[in-house]
């Protein structure tokens, strides 16, 4: 009984760490389509409305994959501290399933945020909008594929494991 219930237990173990890769990605997608729709919502907010920089952090805090990230960059002003280097800290602290690209991309916009005039602001935005949608097209495939693999192969490991030990 006792070698069942470990049989069990590493099947269980490898298992679970195949399908929490698989899970990055559908976190990574998540984020990305989060990021995409905050990037409309600032283009929205920062240049047809004339919104301020600051109150656009306060809407991001709102959202819950940004929180984190939008009180530090809120921190960050109240501190006076240069908003690009708010920017770029916050995202890096937040760790989000991004790849290095997909957040240079956003770290970009700490350059432009608040600082031009609006056409520089929509031009910078579209441009980072475009390239999530980029990234988002490349992570749906992704998630497809590489995320049923790790599925199947922490469960192939579990198989494989219990079959070699027992």
Not at 99 to 117: K, P, S
Request: include cysteine; hydrophobic fraction near 40%; charge should be negative.
């Amino acid at each position: 009984m006792l070698k069942l219930v470990g049989a069990a237990v590493l099947f269980s173990a490898l298992s679970w760490c195949g399908w929490q890769k698989a899970q990055w990605y559908q976190r990574h997608l998540e984020c990305l389509n989060c990021w995409r729709r905050s990037l409309i919502e600032g283009e929205r907010q920062l240049c047809d409305l004339g919104v301020q920089t600051a109150d656009y952090l306060e809407w991001l805090a709102t959202q819950p994959e940004l929180t984190g990230a939008a009180k530090r960059c809120l921190s960050g002003l109240e501190w006076e501290e240069k908003f690009s280097l708010t920017w770029t800290s916050a995202l890096r602290e937040a760790e989000f399933p991004l790849y290095a690209d997909e957040l240079d991309t956003l770290t970009a916009l700490g350059e432009v945020l608040g600082q031009y005039e609006e056409s520089r602001q929509r031009q910078s935005l579209t441009y980072a909008e475009t390239r999530l949608q980029d990234a988002i097209q490349r992570a749906e495939e992704e998630k497809r594929r590489l995320g049923k693999m790790w599925r199947l192969l922490g469960m192939g490991a579990g198989v494989f494991a219990v079959v070699l030990l027992y």
